[in-house]
């Protein structure tokens, strides 16, 4: 059974500095994974997705995220945290065996906040 | 402007009464879901729809019912039979080609509150 996990409820960083959210995965087949961003009383807004490739993924508002097969990873980066990042961040994954009919799973979200 | 619609955003429901979340899409998307979210927490599956007049139940699909009669359309009925209600009710949708690696979209979610 595919199932994603982000470890930290919450991640605190100072604005300017760099930010980590951190995301692992269990799947079958190969991963199709995707980080969403969520802010208050709003949708969820997709950031970037891997679905081969490069394993460093660039995406929207100047995130990436490092796809580490060995460690079944897909962490979420900036290198410099501004004070509008703060809000929610879920993690999700779809098991490509199967194909396009296998659900998202999303993870439980981590709440980034980013001090002035 | 393409994108998914829900509507109301702030709904409230008396007691044992039953409501329904309307969700449309211009996109020609295929694959259809909807999502509950309790405040702080994560996303829950209700149910999805992969094609028109065909959908399956999700994770927590007991007290609600949907409907897939046109393929840009996917509402949900919260019954009376659904204990807690009381959520944030999100829908998405995406593609249905190739492997898998198909974006999903959400609309802008909707607010449920029992009175």
């Known amino acids: 059974a595919q199932s994603v996990a982000q470890p930290e409820d919450q991640v605190n960083v100072a604005e300017g500095n760099p930010l980590t959210v951190k995301c692992t995965y269990s799947v079958s087949g190969n991963p199709y994974l995707f980080w969403y961003v969520q802010y208050p009383n709003r949708g969820l807004q997709f950031l970037l997705k891997y679905i081969t490739g490069d394993n460093l993924v660039k995406g929207s508002y100047g995130f990436e995220a490092e796809f580490n097969k060995s460690q079944t990873s897909f962490h979420l980066k900036k290198p410099s945290a501004l004070v509008s990042d703060s809000a929610l961040y879920f993690c999700?994954?779809?098991?490509?065996?199967?194909?396009?009919?296998?659900?998202?799973?999303f993870g439980t979200g981590t709440l980034l906040a980013v001090q002035p | 402007d393409g994108g998914i619609t829900q509507s109301p955003k702030y709904l409230f429901r008396k007691e044992g009464q039953n409501v329904t979340l309307s969700c449309e899409q211009n996109?020609?998307?295929?694959?259809m879901y909807w999502y509950r979210q309790d405040p702080g927490q994560g996303l829950r599956l209700i149910y999805y729809s992969q094609i028109v007049n065909d959908f399956q139940k999700g994770d927590i699909a007991e007290g609600y019912s949907v409907s897939r009669e046109k393929k840009e359309s996917f509402p949900l009925t919260v019954t009376s039979a659904q204990k807690n209600p009381t959520a944030f009710y999100l829908c998405?949708?995406?593609?249905?080609?190739?492997?898998?690696?198909?974006?999903?979209?959400f609309g802008e979610g909707s607010w449920l509150t029992v009175v």
């Open positions: 998405a949708s995406h593609r249905k080609t190739g492997l898998g690696g198909n974006t999903i979209y």
């Open positions: 996109l020609n998307h295929d694959a």
């Open positions: 999700a994954v779809r098991d490509g065996y199967g194909g396009a009919t296998n659900k998202l799973i």
